[in-house]
């Protein structure tokens, strides 16, 4: 029997193991970072929310004008047969279409690509581990990194644009942070690798409007939130406010709600995690197992 333990792939019809998934060199995926992705989680045997999930694809692949020959319900299809394949029970599910490879070699027309689908799925990923919620979640914002501007790069289509993330990573290694978080030109806080941002004052929860991917997870979150009765303001969040917050935390497919401690020399409550962002954690994962939020897996084995 095939081993997907380390993940699958879906390439051309086929499911693969993941070790097996490749792309060509000149494909400007890889050359110029000419593609768009989604990653829908996989919980507990289940995909979470996997239609909104494909409508954020399909509107990513329209903004950037990517068509991969294949239609949404094929897109859909070929995810619930991966991950049915792959055993994978907790998993992130990535769906990725690329630019391709020149048809005329050499050629800069992006209308003479071969644009193509690829589906991968591994282990879940938690892209802070989730022991750390309780030692106390560290983010460095650097004020000499910002992220790209969002007339450069449209960040609701998402993208592998990560220079500004990779070395705001670097950053905040150097400083025993986490992970971290950028401002745009104008002192805003918009996203990190991976992640939205919240900031809680009182009853009243705010997240950045502009130069953000409209999280999934952030939608939830904000669905929670009004369930749970804050006020809600989606709206320019500036770095000072953010500092003043009584609680912060990160909102993102890969490992749920991810509450805070510090924020450079800023720590929230005792730099530990705060009860609210604590309690939307929770409901988080209880939303994951709502049945009108998810599709079951099949699974062969
Ligand atoms: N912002 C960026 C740049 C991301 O890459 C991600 C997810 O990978 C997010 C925000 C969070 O989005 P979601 O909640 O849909 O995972």
Same mark, same amino acid.
């Given at each position: 029997m095939t081993d997907f333990s380390a993940g699958a792939a879906w390439v051309k019809g086929r499911v693969v193991p993941i070790g097996e998934a490749s792309i060509g060199v000149l494909d400007w995926g890889l050359t110029h970072s000419d593609a768009t992705y989604d990653v829908v989680p996989v919980w507990r045997g289940g995909f979470f929310r996997l239609d909104d999930y494909l409508d954020r694809f399909m509107a990513s692949m329209a903004a950037v004008r @990517?068509? *991969? &020959? @294949?239609?949404r319900g094929q897109i859909r299809a070929a995810l619930i047969e991966m991950v049915a394949a792959s055993g994978l029970r907790d998993a992130y599910v990535a769906m990725v279409a690329l630019r391709g490879s020149? @048809?005329? #070699? &050499?050629?800069?027309?992006?209308?003479y690509c071969a644009n193509h689908f690829i589906g991968w799925c591994v282990p879940y990923v938690n892209?802070? #581990?989730?022991?750390r919620i309780a030692e106390g979640v560290r983010v460095y914002i650097p004020d000499d990194i910002h992220r790209i501007p969002e007339d450069c *790069? !449209? #960040? %609701?289509?998402? !993208?592998?644009?990560w220079g500004d993330f990779t070395q705001g990573l670097f950053a905040a290694k150097d400083r025993d942070c986490d992970t971290t978080l950028l401002t745009d030109h104008a002192g805003n806080v918009t996203e990190g690798p991976g992640f939205n941002v919240f900031a809680i004052f009182g009853n009243r929860v705010v997240t950045p409007? %502009?130069?953000? @991917?409209?999280g999934l997870t952030r939608r939830t979150v904000l669905e929670i939130c009004a369930d749970k009765g804050y006020q809600i303001e989606v709206r320019a969040l500036p770095l000072h406010e953010l500092l003043e917050a009584d609680e912060v935390f990160l909102s993102t497919s890969s490992g749920g709600v991810v509450p805070v401690a510090q924020v450079n020399d800023t720590r929230y409550g005792n730099a530990a995690p705060g009860p609210k962002g604590m309690a939307i954690r929770e409901s988080y994962f209880d939303w994951m197992l709502r049945p009108d939020l998810r599709l079951e897996v099949v699974y062969a084995n």
């Amino acid at each position: 029997m095939t081993d997907f333990s380390a993940g699958a792939a879906w390439v051309k019809g086929r499911v693969v193991p993941i070790g097996e998934a490749s792309i060509g060199v000149l494909d400007w995926g890889l050359t110029h970072s000419d593609a768009t992705y989604d990653v829908v989680p996989v919980w507990r045997g289940g995909f979470f929310r996997l239609d909104d999930y494909l409508d954020r694809f399909m509107a990513s692949m329209a903004a950037v004008r @990517l068509d *991969v &020959g @294949l239609d949404r319900g094929q897109i859909r299809a070929a995810l619930i047969e991966m991950v049915a394949a792959s055993g994978l029970r907790d998993a992130y599910v990535a769906m990725v279409a690329l630019r391709g490879s020149p @048809l005329i #070699p &050499g050629t800069r027309d992006p209308r003479y690509c071969a644009n193509h689908f690829i589906g991968w799925c591994v282990p879940y990923v938690n892209i802070i #581990p989730p022991a750390r919620i309780a030692e106390g979640v560290r983010v460095y914002i650097p004020d000499d990194i910002h992220r790209i501007p969002e007339d450069c *790069v !449209n #960040p %609701r289509a998402k !993208n592998y644009h990560w220079g500004d993330f990779t070395q705001g990573l670097f950053a905040a290694k150097d400083r025993d942070c986490d992970t971290t978080l950028l401002t745009d030109h104008a002192g805003n806080v918009t996203e990190g690798p991976g992640f939205n941002v919240f900031a809680i004052f009182g009853n009243r929860v705010v997240t950045p409007d %502009r130069g953000v @991917l409209e999280g999934l997870t952030r939608r939830t979150v904000l669905e929670i939130c009004a369930d749970k009765g804050y006020q809600i303001e989606v709206r320019a969040l500036p770095l000072h406010e953010l500092l003043e917050a009584d609680e912060v935390f990160l909102s993102t497919s890969s490992g749920g709600v991810v509450p805070v401690a510090q924020v450079n020399d800023t720590r929230y409550g005792n730099a530990a995690p705060g009860p609210k962002g604590m309690a939307i954690r929770e409901s988080y994962f209880d939303w994951m197992l709502r049945p009108d939020l998810r599709l079951e897996v099949v699974y062969a084995n």
